[in-house]
């Protein structure tokens, strides 16, 4: 038979194999990184470990050394430097102390032998210092230039010098660094000066702007060059780099005299140099890596469009010359049907995008001012009717200057459309084409709004025409679904509403056509649409309309605001009816929560009036009394039912002036626990909130209230005693509404009792004895964290399993 341990011992023996595994395994990891270490270092590796007992103690990792190579590196940089700081020192303070001739000796022996040390080294294989010595080299052939020039052309301007000296440079390294192909400095250092000689040549010619800008673009020509057909990945990039900053520095000041030219014969020289500057871009981007390609196509596609946009925009005035190029941005579109690279396309549709979006940024402000001017409008709510659409708007110093907008929304809404409708090949993304069809909506919609504004309408036309807008966006919303399309129409047509309701606010006729056309068009699209949340927002939009014209009936009627309350709770109580015909809860919920926010809207009214507040409150009971009534509902509204009848009670006392109000709520409060326990024996699973949240909260809750406010002893004492009874009773019955109502009135209340005695000691401490208290606090607190945050999931779990 097999001997089976005791639970105990096997245990211990499981415990001990453990350890043991877990011990090799350490050490055979301690093993495996000292072999890879030994394996990775190009050096003796060390010794073995120690043979009395193999992979006894973990090995050592092996000691990382510094690379042979990048050693040198820092030597021969550290070398080449001094050497360099030597040069310069020398030619710049010790060269009057030499005559002529050991002036030119020195420097041709140091250059000389500078420029034909290279080529030993590379034959001997040292390649770093071969790279250290010609880099020392070049900046000694920089020297040679300005020692040439202080010698032997003193007289010589300087700026001209500079350009042939970089020129001659360039040329000197040039054909340096291709007869030593091995070394990888002077090619770029070439580049490098090859920036130099044409911008020397126009600043000692004292070029006019316009010229600088053909110099820079000249040289950015030959950047581009060398960055297509150059040799080595290092003269490439230099030579990107070149013409990015040459280029864009040319294409700049081409924009500049573009844009302030004083007519179209002085637009045709910047427009030349930025169309030359495009051409350089489409040269370099046709052959470049796709990220290069793409940004050569935006620089080609904005220099093309300022070149021929800015010759006609210069006769023009700012607000139609941005319609000018505008519509050379659209133009660029025709690169669709040119044979050009897929990335170069894409990055002149880009320059096509920005052309369009800068259009339609500078039109949004007039758009902006139709949608919030009629808040701003300083005649007043129902002050008349405006004879125009402007005078309706607030100020109008905007629409001189903005004649032009409509004009842009459209044709910016027009691209958009056509994108829409017919898809290019480059956009091969169906995003893109929701994108553009919402586009086209907005577009559209904001340039009839500026249309409406920019022609000054009259108002009665304005009103109506914002109503059609809403009207036709609601119809695309429930025509289309719930794409991206029909939530874009949602939010223009929601933008719309609210915009022609302020609108309407200017008369009195005016502000009911407008909410009551509003309430009737969010009414009929939520019946139609089939869409549950399409139909739940447009439902809450047709009661907000209804919200807002109870509100203008009791101005009407000439009702105070508190006397207006009840008119609105009209609304709340259609909201509970129709909840309970709706048979789609997404749509249901919405409209109950919004008729919620009519029932605040209404308590808000009557704040100003405590009696007409708790006849307001009380009524918001009955209605939430009667939601509750529904089985989906009793939870959600039982509870907020019971709180407004309780609060309807405390404010219709404080109203009267009652001091004493247990008189008048503990009868209430008996009847009510009497519902409660009859309600418990009936089903015993309701909640205690429901049963006697109600009764207890009725005579404790406005008892404390007058208790804080009772100099005397004998309420606090009876309300603390009743208090810590009910408490009691919840903990020994486990309940929660009398637990935790009967321990907060409790607590208040003895809080409400010790406070002056709180104050006192307080005023006996020290300053420094709170902030000392709190510290201690905090580290006891902290110290034993684990175990309050232990105690405090015990009392939660048990709190919960409270009814």
Not at 635 to 650: H, I
Request: glycine share 10%.
């Amino acid at each position: 038979m097999e001997h089976v341990p005791p639970p105990a011992e096997e245990l211990a023996l499981l415990d001990r194999e453990l350890a043991w595994l877990d011990t090799r395994r350490l050490q055979l990891l301690n093993r495996r990184a000292w072999l890879l270490g030994v394996l990775g270092t190009p050096v003796v590796p060390p010794g073995p470990p120690p043979a009395a007992r193999p992979f006894a103690a973990p090995f050592a990792p092996p000691v990382r050394r510094t690379p042979a190579h990048g050693t040198q590196n820092v030597l021969l940089v550290l070398g080449g430097l001094l050497l360099t700081v030597a040069a310069i020192a020398f030619t710049l303070f010790s060269w009057g102390e030499m005559g002529i001739a050991g002036r030119s000796a020195v420097l041709a022996a140091v250059t000389a032998g500078a420029l034909v040390v290279p080529a030993l080294l590379l034959g001997r294989k040292l390649p770093s210092t071969a790279e250290a010595v010609a880099s020392l080299a070049l900046v000694l052939t920089v020297l040679d230039a300005i020692a040439l020039h202080s010698v032997a052309a003193p007289d010589t301007d300087g700026l001209v010098f500079s350009a042939v000296a970089s020129a001659v440079l360039v040329v000197v390294w040039t054909a340096y660094g291709l007869l030593l192909g091995r070394l990888r400095v002077p090619l770029p250092s070439a580049v490098v000066a090859g920036q130099l000689p044409l911008v020397f040549a126009a600043w000692a010619a004292e070029a006019s702007p316009a010229g600088f800008g053909w110099a820079l673009m000249v040289t950015a020509a030959a950047d581009v060059a060398v960055a297509l057909w150059g040799r080595g990945l290092a003269v490439r990039a230099t030579a990107c780099a070149g013409a990015l900053l040459t280029g864009l520095i040319a294409l700049g000041l081409g924009l500049g005299l573009s844009v302030s030219a004083g007519g179209a014969p002085e637009a045709l020289a910047p427009g030349a140099l930025l169309l030359a500057g495009a051409a350089v871009a489409v040269s370099g981007a046709w052959r470049a890596p796709k990220a290069m390609a793409v940004l050569g196509g935006v620089v080609a596609g904005l220099a093309s469009v300022a070149a021929v946009g800015g010759v006609p925009a210069a006769e023009l005035p700012w607000g139609w010359a941005v319609v000018v190029y505008l519509v050379c941005g659209a133009g660029l579109s025709a690169v669709l049907r040119l044979r050009v690279p897929r990335p170069v396309g894409r990055g002149v549709l880009s320059a096509s995008a920005a052309v369009v979006a800068g259009a339609v940024l500078w039109a949004v402000p007039v758009v902006a001012a139709v949608l919030l001017g009629p808040a701003s409008l300083s005649a007043g709510v129902w002050s008349g009717a405006p004879e125009g659409f402007r005078d309706a708007l607030g100020p109008s110093a905007l629409w001189s200057a903005s004649a032009s907008s409509p004009v842009v929304l459209a044709l910016a809404a027009g691209l958009a459309a056509a994108l829409y409708v017919r898809r290019p090949a480059a956009v091969p993304r169906e995003p893109w084409r929701v994108a553009a069809g919402a586009g086209a909506a907005v577009l559209g919609w904001g340039a009839v709004l500026a249309l409406l504004a920019v022609a000054d309408v009259p108002y009665a036309v304005a009103v109506a025409a914002e109503l059609l807008l809403v009207a036709a966006l609601l119809a695309t919303a429930v025509r289309r679904g719930a794409d991206a399309l029909a939530v874009t129409c949602l939010v223009c047509a929601a933008a719309g509403a609210v915009s022609a309701g302020m609108l309407g606010l200017a008369a009195e006729p005016a502000t009911y056509a407008v909410l009551v056309a509003l309430a009737v068009l969010c009414a009929g699209a939520a019946a139609v649409s089939a869409v549950p949340a399409v139909r739940s927002v447009l439902a809450c939009g047709a009661v907000l309309c209804a919200t807002a014209l109870a509100v203008a009936a009791g101005v009407s009627l000439g009702w105070s605001a508190p006397h207006t309350a009840p008119l609105v709770l009209l609304v709340t109580a259609a909201t509970v009816l129709l909840g309970a015909r709706l048979s789609v809860p997404a749509v249901a919920v919405p409209v109950e929560l919004t008729g919620a926010f009519a029932a605040l809207v209404a308590v808000m009214l009557a704040v100003s009036d405590p009696p007409f507040l708790s006849l307001v409150l009380g009524l918001c009971g009955v209605l939430a009394t009667g939601t509750a009534l529904r089985k989906e509902r009793r939870r959600a509204a039982g509870y907020p039912a019971a709180a407004l009848f309780v609060a309807a009670a405390w404010v219709r006392l404080a109203a009267s002036g009652v001091t004493d109000p247990e008189a008048y709520t503990l009868p209430v409060s008996v009847a009510a626990f009497v519902v409660g326990y009859l309600r418990r024996r009936r089903d015993p699973a309701a909640s205690s909130w429901v049963a006697y949240g109600p009764a207890l909260s009725t005579t404790m809750v406005p008892s404390l209230v007058v208790a804080w406010a009772d100099p005397h002893w004998l309420r606090p004492l009876l309300l603390g005693v009743a208090a810590l009874v009910v408490t009691l009773v919840g903990a020994r019955l486990r309940l929660q509404a009398p637990l935790v109502l009967g321990g907060s009135v409790l607590a208040l209340d003895g809080l409400h009792e010790l406070a002056p005695h709180v104050v006192q000691v307080f005023d006996a401490l020290p300053r420094w004895a709170p902030p000392a208290l709190a510290g201690l606090l905090l580290l006891a607190v902290g110290a034993t964290y684990e175990q309050r945050l232990r105690d405090a999931r015990r009392v939660r779990e048990s709190f919960g399993r409270m009814r």
